[in-house]
């Protein structure tokens, strides 16, 4: 019997929704994720909290130097 390898990506959901999942995840420890309970180990999503900070650019007033060609 072969057993895949295939990585399957990793895909981040706000924690809110995590919450609310809950109850059909299970937290893998190798994975370092969530997936879903019994048949997580091969088929469905690998789900991790989204951690990434939202940083609001502030606007830039100087001169635009993207795409400018110099003579």
Excluded at 10 to 26: D, N
Excluded at 56 to 63: A, L, M, S, T, Y
């Amino acid at each position: 019997m072969r057993s895949r390898s295939v990585a399957r990506p990793r895909r981040y959901i706000s924690r809110y929704r995590l919450l609310i999942l809950r109850p059909l995840l299970r937290y893998s420890v190798t994975r370092e994720a969530f997936v879903l309970r019994v048949v997580g180990n091969s088929i469905g999503p690998v789900l991790r909290p989204d951690r990434r900070r939202h940083v609001r650019r502030q606007r830039f007033d100087g001169i635009e130097r993207r795409r400018v060609r110099s003579a």
